[in-house]
């Protein structure tokens, strides 16, 4: 009780220096970079993360892109380069004229090198920038590119595709937290007992929400998912916390003299159930961390932090606005929950079969939607943006769908490189292998290529070639020619690296497979823990992440069942997330059991009475939850941010309806086997059962 009136007896001060540390806050969350390319979070020992490394340190290129020129006459295309090659970190374009001069036709260049650069109404340029793919001055000179090339060209590229990902972000993210506001608060309006009470909790969530977005500036930058979902999920994910403590205080003002000495029992009565609930749903997020593709580790972490600074204000805005919250009250539109608890008491052993029967399709379902994830982060964007448009110019012009580029050593003889070229232009859906060989041809001297050329591809240490593949990034037929190139590569050279945007979707496609069942196992064993831990059972921990790991399975089973197919990232992070979000349901209804069962009740009027208490707290924080992403899903223009949140309204619902309906079920068949595992209740073994 020594925290609870500490909190109690500096209200005021604790707003306070709650309203100051807003503005330090807000400097926080502007100072926070955030980070669009999604391959930035594959491990640094990879070794297409080290080509990448290499490429830049000795080639001076980061990002590359191809732009595609239609209907523009040559004298212009090499107006338009040498315009380009004067933008900011553009290190260098290659096209026709970097070989030859203009005077020379283009028709005289090998059949083979004019036909994949030129067609009937189409050329193609090459262009590297000197900065990384997500950089701010890349995307700046996409821009800048794309001002300069008029309705004529496409642009190309990852850097186009994060520079279009960034814009849309910052177009939509203020309109999520607005819908995720409006809706929350709806439910609240119509579910709570009060009209001003959603505003209230809204204030105490929002300030926690802006203290922990500012503290992302320690971190130094963020995921752009992150920035998107944080908000809306700590919104979602801690507001039962708030409707439990609302309850409970309501409740000990019809017992305590004031609403100072309410608020002091309600914090001490709540505690041990918040702090269960917030510790599975931080240990959900924590188990991202264990990701070795480092954007869960991103997500995880900015998440925890704003699951601890969830509660932190709301007792004192509660104690300072207690007149007009209780003269704003009104009937709640939830009925009193008995009539319902006692029909799904009456009728257990239906859920039971429901239950049982449910698991293996579900399961199966689940495991196939995880085989039909996505990977190509262009799939997320809409069909109108300008890196999709480009991205299918490129292919029905050129036949290209992605680009590899090859590092070998300087060293190796010509006439290994043009073997090694001569075979993997033999390899299923390669277009063509370019290098300074390919440029050259075997008949022309090296020597007599131009410096610009040379430099462009090749270092002291180092020669680039480029691959350019007729199969989609993250297609299972990419990845089977990555392995067969990858193959012939070291055939001939050791040491050479496969980069590029499809190497790294294959190296992210291993790397998340191997995460999702780490992440999975350390979720359900860390919350196991805590379950243990909190209710003193050893049997409880294993009912209540059934009825959830069900929920999941229903959840994320849905989407094979509807024919959809989700974002790689979405079923890792909806696991972990919805079973930390919502096991605090069965937290709460199992903690009144438990109670009413060492008050001497029998098990049925023990569950019967822990149904109709905590029915109401469930079903409130169940569509707060879904209220507050179900919107944004509707809206979001950018998948990935969509599909994860109508997984977490979807999984609010389902989790919600298996709470009330399966959980009491097993409850009452496995009576015996709790008390007989969970401490303080081994005397009930055996008791008389009196069924009321």
Not at 116 to 133: K, R
């Amino acid at each position: 009780m020594g925290l609870s009136k500490a909190v109690v007896k500096n209200r005021v001060l604790i707003l306070m220096i709650a309203l100051i540390l807003l503005v330090p806050a807000v400097f926080g969350m502007l100072g926070t970079r955030i980070n669009y390319d999604m391959l930035d979070y594959l491990p640094s020992d990879m070794d297409t993360v080290i080509g990448q490394e290499t490429l830049k340190e000795d080639f001076g290129k980061g990002a590359f892109s191809f732009i595609v020129v239609q209907d523009m006459p040559v004298q212009e295309v090499a107006q338009l380069k040498e315009k380009i090659q004067q933008v900011d970190h553009v290190e260098s374009v290659l096209w026709y004229d970097s070989v030859a001069d203009l005077s020379i036709p283009m028709e005289l260049l090998p059949d083979k090198l004019y036909n994949e650069f030129n067609t009937d109404d189409a050329t193609m340029l090459a262009v590297f920038f000197d900065s990384a793919t997500s950089e701010d001055v890349t995307m700046d000179a996409i821009r800048e590119i794309r001002s300069i090339a008029g309705k004529q060209c496409f642009v190309s590229g990852m850097s186009a595709l994060v520079t279009d990902l960034k814009d849309l972000c910052e177009q939509e993210e203020p309109i999520y937290v607005a819908l995720a506001v409006a809706c929350a608060c709806a439910a609240m309006m119509l579910l709570l007992d009060g009209w001003l009470v959603p505003f209230v909790f809204l204030a105490s969530i929002g300030m926690a929400i802006v203290y922990n977005l500012g503290s992302n500036f320690f971190l130094g930058e963020i995921s752009y998912i992150t920035k998107a979902l944080s908000a809306v999920l700590q919104l979602a994910v801690t507001m039962d916390y708030s409707i439990f403590l609302w309850h409970s205080y309501n409740e000990q003002l019809t017992l305590q003299s004031d609403h100072k000495e309410a608020m002091a029992v309600a914090i001490h009565n709540t505690f041990t159930s918040v702090i269960g609930s917030s510790a599975t749903t931080i240990a959900g997020f924590i188990a991202l961390c264990f990701m070795s593709f480092t954007l869960g580790r991103d997500l995880g972490i900015v998440m925890a932090k704003g699951v601890l600074l969830g509660v932190t204000i709301l007792p004192s805005l509660i104690l300072v606005l207690d007149k007009p919250l209780q003269r704003t009250r009104h009937k709640s539109l939830i009925p009193d929950m008995g009539g319902f608890a006692k029909g799904v008491c009456k009728i257990f052993p239906v859920f039971l079969v429901i239950f049982a029967l449910l698991i293996a399709p579900a399961y199966i379902s689940y495991d196939k939607t995880n085989d039909e994830v996505y990977y190509d982060m262009g799939q997320c964007l809409p069909e109108d943006m300008e890196y999709v448009i480009a991205n299918k110019k490129l292919s029905q012009e050129f036949d290209i769908a992605s680009t590899h580029m090859l590092l070998v050593n300087a060293d190796l003889p010509d006439s290994d490189v043009r073997a090694m070229i001569d075979e993997m232009e033999q390899v299923p859906g390669v277009k063509y292998v370019l290098g300074m060989e390919s440029v050259a041809g075997p008949m022309i001297p090296m020597e007599v290529l131009p410096d610009s050329v040379r430099s462009m591809l090749e270092s002291d240490q180092w020669e680039l070639l480029l691959i350019n593949s007729e199969y989609k990034v993250a297609s299972d037929d990419v990845n089977q020619q990555i392995d067969q190139l990858n193959a012939i590569l070291k055939k001939y050279d050791e040491g050479g690296m496969l980069i590029g945007e499809a190497p790294c979707m294959k190296d992210m496609i291993e790397t998340t497979d191997h995460d999702f069942k780490v992440v999975n196992a350390i979720s359900i064993a860390a919350i196991f823990l805590i379950i243990t831990l909190v209710e003193g059972s050893f049997s409880l921990p294993f009912i209540l992440i059934a009825v959830i790991e069900l929920a999941i399975f229903i959840n994320l089973g849905l989407p094979h069942v509807l024919g959809q197919s989700l974002p790689f990232i979405a079923p890792i992070c909806i696991s972990t997330i919805q079973l930390g979000a919502t096991v605090d349901y069965a937290i709460l209804m199992t903690t009144r059991y438990k109670a009413e069962r060492l008050n001497g009740e029998d098990k049925k009027k023990a569950v019967m009475t822990a149904l109709r208490t905590s029915a109401p707290s469930i079903i409130v924080s169940g569509m707060g939850l879904f209220a507050a992403t179900f919107g944004v899903a509707l809206y979001s223009n950018i998948d990935i941010v969509g599909s994860m949140c109508m997984l977490m309204a979807r999984g609010a619902i389902i989790s919600v309806l298996l709470v009330l309906l399966v959980l009491p079920a097993l409850l009452i068949l496995c009576d015996g086997i709790v008390c007989r595992t969970t401490r303080g209740m081994t005397h009930l073994i055996g008791k008389q059962e009196v069924v009321k």
